[in-house]
């Protein structure tokens, strides 16, 4: 892109969840109009963007008149097709580029890529047929296989004790293509998230420590308490991965820090991550307006954090009971509710988050987890 996309232009956004939600709020808080494209309506994105276009990603004459309306696009879901980005990009600017997309969108060339830039993963193997999966050797468990595309928050996966699970996990996942990884022992899981400018300038959040249970993000806090060696590792990891895809806009990079204390990157998302909404309480810059700045040609901002931070996730379990308690958890101290406007509270499904700031990460996590807690707590009769 040659001139910035100024304030007063139209950002277009493939994908209508929680993340384009809040990339469309820091948007129009800039000034930007947003268009929102996906098949579904009334959605998290939409109820917040100026105009919602409801199509099927295959729909590549819906695309086309999407791409010719708005100045850049970018996306918050990352298995767009490859048709439809290439679609978009006869008509206007993309990023992250599809290139970055194609990289990150499936295990395999995801994990390739960094192996050929010299970044430690997890160690693993391709496997493309049952045959493929059932040689492999006893000392490869405790493993986990994985989709090797379409994959998220745990879904498409099994862990793998014993010889005797291969089959059924492979029946379970019903794919063409997976990988076997090897079952990591690990103290601690991380994230870095990474901003980059069309200048080549980089921001960094983190690392942030994550706690997943059954698979999904459950709470992230920063400023970590990993050792200073460890931070600046991950940070430069995320640097080179930025640089050698040369994305514009914004990425995370997961790792595991290892038993032995070492670091492997685990996964990429090139976009703005859950455990970085934090970042929208506690920091100068958001994630949100980093990509907004990154994809419209924009200085980034700071990625200074102004205060230690919590964030739990909010799924539909909470509402199984009847509506949360809202007013215990909004009357302790620090706490900010986030939600994301969805209809259905399915269990497992993320329809908020809750960040608290304070004195100190512990405190911060403390009390975030009690705001949660407070939510189920009833109203007295
Ligand atoms: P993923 O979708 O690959 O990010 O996996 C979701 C979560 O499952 C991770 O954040 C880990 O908590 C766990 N997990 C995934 N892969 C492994 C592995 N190879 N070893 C141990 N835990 C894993």
Same mark, same amino acid.
């Given at each position: 892109?040659?001139?910035?996309?100024?304030?007063?232009?139209? @950002?277009?956004?493939?994908?209508?969840?929680?993340?384009?939600?809040?990339?469309?709020?820091?948007?129009?808080?800039?000034?930007?109009?947003?268009?929102?494209?996906?098949?579904?309506?009334?959605?998290?994105?939409?109820?917040?963007?100026?105009?919602? @276009?409801?199509?099927?990603?295959?729909?590549?004459?819906?695309?086309?008149?999407?791409?010719?309306?708005?100045?850049?696009?970018?996306?918050?879901?990352?298995?767009?097709?490859?048709?439809?980005?290439?679609?978009?990009?006869?008509?206007?600017?993309?990023?992250?580029?599809?290139?970055?997309?194609?990289?990150?969108?499936?295990?395999?060339?995801?994990?390739?890529?960094?192996?050929?830039?010299?970044?430690?993963?997890?160690?693993?193997?391709? @496997?493309?047929?049952?045959?493929?999966?059932?040689?492999?050797?006893?000392?490869?468990?405790?493993?986990?296989?994985?989709?090797?595309?379409?994959?998220?928050?745990?879904?498409?996966?099994?862990?793998?004790?014993?010889?005797?699970?291969?089959?059924?996990?492979?029946?379970?996942?019903?794919?063409?293509?997976?990988?076997?990884?090897?079952?990591?022992?690990?103290?601690?899981?991380?994230?870095?998230?990474?901003?980059?400018?069309?200048?080549?300038?980089?921001?960094?959040?983190?690392?942030?420590?994550?706690?997943?249970?059954?698979?999904?993000?459950?709470?992230?806090?920063?400023?970590?308490?990993?050792?200073?060696?460890?931070?600046?590792?991950? @940070?430069?990891?995320?640097?080179?991965?930025?640089?050698?895809?040369?994305?514009?806009?914004?990425?995370?990079?997961?790792?595991?820090?290892?038993?032995?204390?070492?670091?492997?990157?685990?996964?990429?998302?090139?976009?703005?991550?859950?455990?970085?909404?934090?970042?929208?309480?506690?920091?100068?810059?958001?994630?949100?307006?980093?990509?907004?700045?990154?994809?419209?040609?924009?200085?980034?901002?700071?990625?200074?954090?102004?205060?230690?931070?919590?964030?739990?996730?909010?799924?539909?379990?909470?509402?199984?009971?009847?509506?949360?308690?809202?007013?215990?958890?909004?009357?302790?101290?620090?706490?900010?509710?986030?939600?994301?406007?969805?209809?259905?509270?399915?269990?497992?499904?993320?329809?908020?988050?809750?960040?608290?700031?304070?004195?100190?990460?512990?405190?911060?996590?403390?009390?975030?987890?009690?705001?949660?807690?407070?939510?189920?707590?009833?109203?007295?009769?």
């Amino acid at each position: 892109m040659s001139r910035a996309v100024l304030p007063g232009s139209t @950002i277009g956004v493939l994908g209508s969840g929680q993340l384009g939600r809040m990339f469309t709020i820091a948007a129009r808080r800039l000034g930007y109009r947003v268009h929102v494209f996906s098949p579904d309506d009334d959605t998290p994105t939409g109820q917040v963007a100026d105009v919602e @276009i409801q199509a099927s990603y295959d729909d590549l004459d819906a695309v086309a008149k999407f791409a010719q309306q708005v100045q850049v696009v970018t996306f918050e879901f990352e298995n767009v097709p490859v048709q439809t980005i290439n679609a978009v990009d006869r008509f206007t600017c993309i990023h992250p580029a599809g290139h970055v997309l194609h990289t990150t969108q499936q295990r395999i060339r995801e994990k390739s890529f960094l192996q050929s830039a010299g970044i430690p993963v997890t160690p693993f193997r391709a @496997i493309s047929s049952l045959d493929e999966l059932k040689s492999v050797r006893n000392d490869e468990f405790p493993a986990v296989l994985k989709t090797a595309a379409w994959g998220y928050d745990g879904k498409g996966q099994a862990k793998i004790q014993s010889p005797g699970e291969l089959e059924p996990a492979w029946a379970a996942l019903n794919c063409n293509e997976a990988v076997l990884e090897r079952f990591v022992d690990f103290d601690c899981e991380l994230s870095i998230v990474a901003a980059r400018g069309h200048d080549g300038a980089v921001a960094f959040y983190g690392p942030i420590a994550n706690t997943h249970r059954n698979h999904i993000l459950d709470l992230s806090v920063t400023p970590s308490a990993l050792p200073p060696g460890i931070a600046k590792e991950a @940070i430069e990891i995320a640097r080179t991965i930025l640089a050698k895809l040369e994305v514009i806009g914004v990425l995370c990079v997961e790792f595991f820090l290892t038993t032995g204390g070492r670091l492997l990157v685990n996964e990429l998302a090139p976009r703005p991550h859950n455990s970085g909404h934090l970042t929208i309480d506690a920091h100068t810059t958001c994630q949100f307006e980093q990509q907004v700045r990154a994809v419209c040609g924009m200085p980034l901002g700071a990625a200074t954090q102004l205060r230690p931070a919590a964030m739990v996730n909010l799924l539909g379990d909470l509402w199984q009971k009847g509506d949360p308690n809202w007013s215990e958890a909004l009357a302790m101290d620090g706490v900010k509710l986030h939600l994301y406007g969805k209809r259905e509270a399915r269990v497992g499904r993320k329809m908020g988050h809750l960040t608290v700031l304070a004195d100190s990460p512990a405190e911060a996590a403390e009390r975030a987890l009690k705001a949660r807690l407070a939510l189920v707590s009833r109203a007295p009769v």
